[in-house]
């Protein structure tokens, strides 16, 4: 039976004077959205870069996809359900370092304010919630940069999950959980999983310093905030058009 999930109150950060900006060896800076599917992060990080763009800012966006180099392998394991949660977090983790190696270090050290919808943390709690030992999980990542500002939507678990199968004609195998055995009803298991990278999450929000956000406001209203937080956060300035 699913454990209750932990409420969390939405907390305005400290002001920027009272932060600790992260020490980099490049003039970039990077922002990250994190959250469960359904949360409404990339939808926020879409109005938030769309915004900048129109705006003149020099950005660049990235998402956690299938690179090249491991898409093929990852396919066929899924097709034949042969991932185990050791290798399945393994090919992430070398999905995400060609992607940190080609597209988020070349374009920090180029002075960019690189946008990253998922991050470390995504598999810190998806592959946890698979059974991986947290502290591998970040051995297995300590390469990656530490982010600027790593804002955390949250949503209810209900409110999440129901906004993904109202969408969705049919989740996948491993996207529900099913390699987990939580339950042979797949959206059930997709509930069970979501609740289980959900208190991962939560567990991250003090140790890793996310900015909470509360996924249930209204889209502009929280589009608003997100805004004020990042100027808050990180100096705009650089990355603003030069005047003529």
Known sequence: MATTTPEIRVAVPPAPTSV????HSYPGALVVVEGIDGSGKSTQLYLLKRWLEFSGYRLHFTEWNSSPLVKSATRRGKQRRLLTPATFSMLHAADFADRCERQILPLLHGGY?????????????????RGCAPHWLRNLYSFAPVPDITFYFRAPLDVAVNRIVAGRPKLKYYEAGMDLGLSLDRAESFRIFQE???????????TDGFVLMDGTLRVNKLQKLMRELLAAR??????APKKK
């Open 196 to 206: 289980r990278i959900l208190n991962n999450y939560d567990q991250m929000v003090e």
């Open 113 to 129: 304010l690189v946008l990253a919808d998922r991050y470390i943390y995504t598999a810190f709690a998806r592959d946890a919630a």
């Open 234 to 239: 990180v100096d705009m300035s650089r990355f």
């Open 20 to 23: 600790a900006p992260p020490k």
